[in-house]
């Protein structure tokens, strides 16, 4: 197995060998290899909006017999035949590795609900393992913690023939055959094991054992499939998963099954083609930077936001109020759904943030690198929710960004005279675990920024 290890935005260039020639060496790779990346790269679906996206830039140079492969904005696993690539959080020096997949790890805590705790965070072995495997030593481990308490279970109505009687005999049936009076037709309920949810589990520990490279999770992930022998085997779809209903009694299972949905999601045959042997866990870190920004500003409201006196109300994901940026003026439709990340509503005043997990320009001295298109959906927001205040949040790690800009509005109507856009980031280089307060300190100051006259 040949192993290439890259950071987010870093780029490796790798000559061309014929497949029946590759051998494996440093900066090579096979042809049928790369074409079989390339078409995982095309077919490749992110499982939130269902849109295709490219998680690599790929450039080939056919004279040369080169390719230049580009990691973008999603971490993971992919791996193809005989090629793996591990795709890691951008960190500047290596000493910094362990600390930057810790800190994934608790940012997906945080988003995901990953049921693990920082003291589990701390003690996990992190020196050759991918994220993949991190994360399938967090899946294995707690769902097999769950099942020695036993199999979550769904009543079910079973109607059997019977030697005695249990529920509600049914006397329609049951008159019908006197002859055979000893054995009763009874409609009852039952729990059993063999629900959707557990399928899921047990499909999504399967999947991994066939990728996973580490001993340790392969052992728990086969005494997962041992213990949960009473439910199917039999493959799940994504439609199945996104149908399981989360109530009181199954809700522990629910950050579970969101693991179980990437590992399925990741093998579908939609961009895998069916070959078991192309498979990509991806991490799509644009939506994690963002889901981890709102739960924190939810889950420590009274923290961040402790000098606000007046009725304090967050919304994630436009859930404040349904705006559109344009209105077809022949059927009257309304058309681009305005959806900004975060919205903050203190009293009657609102104030908008919108995270970007995106390099930044850094030679770019007076516009800082912010792209134009985000600056114009930051000015339809202000216009359309009438915020006092618009923030793009960039991440320090990625962005690299230095200092902290605040920008009014030019030769615009006077609505907009004095709305004012800031750009700020927040450092995801920190220890997440040990120096969480830090991070909630620089929250804290950037709310005081945003809200503050």
């Not at 961009?271 to 920004?293: C, D, Q, S, W």
């Amino acid at each position: 197995m040949v192993h290439i290890e890259l950071k987010e935005y870093d780029e490796i260039e790798l000559e061309i060998i014929q497949e029946n020639l590759w051998d494996g060496r440093k900066d090579t790779i096979g042809d049928r290899t790369l074409d079989l990346i390339i078409e995982l790269n095309e077919k490749f679906v992110d499982v939130d909006t269902g849109v295709k996206k490219r998680f690599l830039d790929i450039v080939v140079y056919p004279g040369k017999n080169k390719v230049k492969i580009k990691a973008k904005n999603w971490v993971g696993f992919v791996t193809v035949n005989n090629l793996t690539i591990n795709i890691l959080p951008k960190f500047n020096k290596e000493e910094e590795k362990e600390r930057v997949i810790r800190n994934l790890v608790k940012m997906l805590q945080v988003a995901w609900e990953i049921p693990i705790r920082d003291v589990e965070i701390s003690s996990l072995k992190l020196e050759k393992d991918s994220i993949f495997e991190v994360l399938i030593t967090i899946y294995s481990a707690k769902l097999l913690d769950m099942l020695k308490e036993g199999m979550y279970r769904e009543y079910v109505r079973i109607s059997d023939d019977l030697k005695y009687v249990k529920g509600q005999i049914d006397f329609s049936k049951y008159s019908r055959r006197w002859e055979r009076r000893h054995i009763i037709p009874v409609n009852y309920n039952d729990r059993n094991p063999d629900n959707i949810l557990n399928r899921t589990l047990k499909y999504a520990a399967h999947i991994a054992s066939f990728y996973t490279a580490n001993s340790d999770n392969f052992a728990r992930l086969k005494m997962i499939e041992n213990l949960m022998d009473s439910v199917s085997s039999s493959p799940v779809a994504l439609s199945e998963v996104d149908r399981i209903a989360f109530t009181r009694l199954n809700d522990i299972y629910k950050p579970l099954v969101n693991m179980a949905r990437l590992l399925i999601a990741s093998a579908s045959p939609a961009f895998t083609g069916g070959n078991r042997h192309v498979y990509a866990f991806l991490i799509p870190m644009e939506k994690v930077f963002e889901i981890f920004i709102a739960k924190i500003l939810v889950q420590y409201k009274e923290r961040i936001f402790k000098d606000t006196n007046e009725e304090l109300k967050i919304y994630v994901q436009g859930a404040d109020k349904t705006k559109y940026l344009l209105r077809d003026v022949d059927t009257n439709h309304k058309v681009f759904k305005l959806i900004p990340d975060i919205t903050i509503k203190i009293g009657d005043k609102r104030y908008i943030i919108d995270t970007k997990y995106k390099l930044l320009n850094t030679e770019d001295e007076k516009r800082y690198g912010v792209s134009p298109d985000d600056v114009y959906q930051m000015m339809a927001y202000a216009i359309s929710y009438d915020a006092e205040k618009i923030m793009l949040l960039y991440p320090k790690n990625v962005a690299d960004f230095e200092g902290e800009k605040t920008w009014g509005f030019e030769s615009v109507e006077k609505k907009m005279a004095n709305k004012k856009l800031l750009v700020r980031d927040i450092d995801l280089r920190i220890d997440l675990i040990n120096d969480f307060d830090t991070l909630l300190n620089k929250l804290k100051s950037h709310i005081n920024s945003l809200t503050g006259e």
